[in-house]
Structures are given as C-alpha cells and as structure tokens.
C-alpha cells in the first residue's frame, strides 16, 4: 500500500505534457500499484499518473455501480497506457464534474459524447474501446491531466465553477457529478 499526496491546481507539474511510457521501464508496477492505492484512499472514480507526481502517460479509472453516482452504469476498471482516442460523436455530454487535484470545488463541463479510445497493456498489446456519455468524460478528463490541462481550463463559464458545499444544497442540478 503505497498512498502518495496529490498533486494540487496551481503545481507546475499538473500543467506539463506527461512522457510517453517505455515499457520496460523497471518503475511501472510501482507507479501503476500507487495510482491505485492512491485512487482508493482519495476516492477517486479516476487518476492519472501526473496527479501523483509521475509525469508519464498512464491513467486509471472505473467504478462499480455505486450510490453517490446512481445515475450513471459502471464503467470497467481500466489501466490505459500511452492512450489515444479519437471523437466519433462531438455533440456535448454535460456534466459536473470534480477532480482529487481541484479539493472543494466541482465544475459543469461539456465534452464530446462519443469517442473510441486506444491503449497499450503491460504486455505491449494494444486494445480500443468506444465509449459514451459518463464513460467517455472520465476518459477525456484523465486524458486532459496526460496533456497538462485540469477541467476548469475547460469550463465556458466560470459562474459554473462552484463549492463543493453549494452541492449539498438544492440550488444546483446534481446530475452526473464525478470526482476525478
Ligand atoms: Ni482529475
């Protein structure tokens, strides 16, 4: 068990473009082993590897079905590294959204809805995968962190850019709200 600190909004590291990962790269279990312990202990539906202080292109995410997202389907634990994808459907999916290296605040953002998406395994193979809606904004949001780029970078409206406690009112629409 191996449960790093997180990388917070305003440290450098959060907005550098991570390395594409070498394979044989004797650190890989490792990073990936902290990845997941770090995402348990924080909570986390997804990470990636810079959040922790790895500047390398690996992300994790998945959930179960689960009461705080009683909307949403599960998505499948997955560990992508060196990840791609591509839109196949750039109509916006709208949704709140939150993120372990932006503490207390959550953010309503609009992404593609629908995209295929490419990685590689620890074996070298590579796989791809299309995903919609929920689904494909964890992966763009953890593919945003492999880029530099946290999600208010991405908001349109900054009035959309709230406390976290304003959720635990009924002020706010509490749909799709994710915590990544
Ligand atoms: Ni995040």
Not at 8 to 34: F, H, R, W
Not at 113 to 139: T, V
Not at 168 to 176: P, R
């Amino acid at each position: 068990m191996a449960v790093r600190e997180l990388l917070v909004m305003g440290n450098p590291l959060l907005y550098q473009k991570a390395a594409t990962v070498d394979l044989n790269d004797s650190e890989l279990p490792q990073n990936i082993q902290d990845m997941k312990d770090s995402m348990a202990h924080y909570h986390g539906v997804g990470i990636a590897a810079p959040q922790i202080g790895i500047s390398k292109r690996i992300m994790y995410f998945g959930f179960e079905s689960n009461p705080r997202y009683p909307d949403q389907e599960a998505v499948p634990f997955s560990l992508l590294i060196n990840p791609a994808y591509e839109i196949l459907d750039s109509s916006p999916y709208t949704g709140w959204e939150g993120c372990l290296s932006v503490p207390g605040y959550r953010g309503k953002v609009s992404r593609p809805k629908k995209i295929k998406y490419f990685w590689e395994d620890l074996d070298g193979n590579r796989h791809e995968r299309i995903a919609e809606d929920f689904h494909a904004k964890i992966f763009q949001h953890e593919y945003d962190h492999l880029e530099g780029i946290l999600y208010p970078m991405r908001m349109s409206d900054l009035k959309d850019f709230v406390h976290e406690g304003i959720l635990l009112t009924d002020v706010l629409d509490k749909q799709n709200i994710i915590e990544e």
